[in-house]
C-alpha cells in the first residue's frame, strides 16, 4: 500500500464544517469529506511512505546484499550522530571503549616551546581555559559525530611568569653547588601583558551546525541551524543594534540558499532553510575525521557498529522474555498408565475435582495420577557465548581493530592488533592536537596585537604519554635504556615511556632525597665505579650537608687500587721498595767481563 490512510465521514453527527474540505496526498489525488485530524495523520504517513521509497532496494530491501537487512541505519547523518551518542550512553561495550581510550590517549596536555617563558605563558593559559576538559570532550565528539565544533571567546589577558631564572654554572656547565644543593637563581619577574587569546573554549551540538556554501578549496561556511527565538533575536540586533553579546559576536548573517538544490537538500535533512544564521569564522571552525572534499560530513564511524546493537538488544529482549515466561508454568494431570488407561469417567471425574479444590494443597488419587510442572526452558538463557560473539564485534569495530579479539592465540597477531589500535588511538590524538595549534596556539602568537610578546614560533601541543603502548614490550624498554645512555635520548621522553613519569615531580623528590635521605639510605650499583653511582655530583657519594665521602665509602664500587683488599694485619711492602731491598745476584760469567774490562782500561 503506497498512497495515504484516510477516513471519509459520511455517517450522522458529523459537523458541516469538515465536510468538502477537500485534501490534496502525496500521490497527487485530491480527497474530500476528511476530517483535519485525518489530514495530519495521511499527511505523515504519506511522508514516511515517501522516505521508504527512497531507501535502496525499496520496502522489500531487495535490492542488494547490504539491502537485506532487518535493520536499516537512517541515511540522515544527524539521526546517525544521534544513534551513536545513545551507544556511547547506554551500551557497556561501546561506553567502556569511549572511556578507556579517554583516559589512555588524553592523560596529561601541555605545551613545550623552543622558549621557555613562551611555554610558560601558553600553560598558564591552558589552566585558565581547562584545556584538558575541552581535549577530552573533542576526543568523545570525535568518536561518537566523527566531527568536533570548537567556539572560542576571544579576550586580553596578563600572564605573570612564574618560577626562576636557569642556576647558575662554571665554565664547564657544571652547577655550582651550595650546601649540597643547585642554586635555584633569581625568581623571574616578567609579565606578559594584554595577550589576545581565548578566554574559554567550548564545543558546539554537531547536529546545530550546518556547512554550507561551496565546499571545495576550504571555501565552506558554517551555519547555525536557529530557532525562531533566536532569529527574533539577531534581527532584533540588526535592526537596533540592542541584543545579547553572544549573539551579536557569534553570528555574522543571515544564510539563504543559493540554489533551489541545496533548499532541497536542506529540507530533506529536516533544517529550515529560512533560519539559518553564520557563524563567525574567527570564532568557530571544525575539524572531522577523514571525508571527501565534496562530501559536508564525515562518515560517521560507529555506523557500523548499529547492525551489531540491534542484534545484541534483540537478544537481550529474547533473555528477557524467557526470564519473564519462566515465572509461569503449566500444571500438567495425568490420570491412567499404558497398562491401566483411565476411561473418560475418570477424566471427567479428576477435572471435576480439580476445579473445587484447586486452591487447597490436597488432592487425592491412585498409583495412576502423576502431576507434572511444565516450565520454559533456560538452556540457552543468558548464554555467554552468545554475548561475547557480539560484544568481540563491537569492540573490534569500536577500537578500529583488524581482527576481533580472541579469534587468535598467536601472541604475535595479539601484539599486531594491539599496535593497530595504538596507532588508530594516536591519529585521532594527532587530529586533535593539530588543531588546537593552528586554530589556537598559531594565531595567537602571529596576532597583530601580541608582536613582540613571544619570542618564538607557536609551540606544540604534547599530549602524555607520547606513544601508546598497549602491550608490554621489554625489547622497547631495552632500547629506551640504551639511548637514554648513549644521551639520544632526553630524561623527561624516557620517563614518559617508562612508565608516565613526571620529571618536574621526580626532580622535586629527588632534591628532597638529597638533602634528607641519600646519606642514610647508601643505595648503590654492585661493582661500578664510585663516579657512575646515582647518589652523588661530580663523582662519590655525598654524607650529609653535601659533603662529599672519602672514596671506597659511597656505598658501591671496588676500594681503590682495583683489588680486593687485604684482610691481615700486616700488608705487602710495594713492590718498588722490595725490589730495592733485595740484594742484586751476580754470575761467574759477568764477574769475569767485569773483571776484563777493568784490565783493559789499565
Known sequence: MTGPIIERLDGPGVPDDIKGQPWIGADGVVYADVAPYMREIAAVYSKWVEDQRLVPGGADRGGGMFDRNAYVPPENVFEQMRIARRAVEN?????????????????????????????????????????????????????SDSQVVTAAWWGYRTFKLRGRVAPPRDDDGIVELEKGLPKQGEKRKRTVADVYCPLALTTLDSTKVIPVGNLMFGMEQLAWSATEAEVRAFRQFEDDGIGDALIARLFVGVYRPGSDEERRRLVKMGVNPDALLLLNPGMVWRKTLTRPHHQPWADVRLKRTFRWLDLKQQLMSSDRVSLIGNANYILLIKKGTDDHPADQTEVDALNASYQHIAKLPVMIGDHRLSIEIVTPKLDMTLNPERYDAIDARLFSTTLMALVAPGRSANGDRAGSMGKAIARGLQNRRKLIRRDIESNIARRIVEHPVNEGKFKGNEPNLVFGPRNLNLESDSGALSSIQFLLARGDLSRRTALEEAGDFDMDTEAQRRTEEREHYDHI???????????????????????????????????????PGGRKPSTTPRSRAPRAEAASAKPAKTTKRAAKKTAKKESSDD
Request: charged content about 25%; glycine content about 14%; aromatic content about 8%.
Open 91 to 143: 551500551d557497556d561495550v561501546v561506553g567502556e571503549v569511549a572511556d578507556v581510550t579517554e583516559g589512555l590517549a588524553v592523560n596529561d596536555v601541555h605545551f613545550e616551546a623552543e622558549e621557555r617563558d613562551d611555554a610558560e605563558v601558553f600553560n598558564q593559559w591552558a589552566a585558565v581555559v581547562d584545556l584538558d576538559s575541552y581535549v577530552r570532550t573533542a576526543w568523545r565528539s570525535l568518536l
Open 521 to 559: 639510605f647508601q643505595s648503590s650499583t654492585p661493582h661500578d665505579s664510585p663516579d657512575n653511582q646515582p647518589f652523588g655530583a661530580q663523582g662519590g657519594a655525598k654524607g650529609p650537608g653535601g659533603n662529599a665521602l672519602p672514596p671506597g665509602q659511597g656505598g658501591g664500587g671496588r676500594p
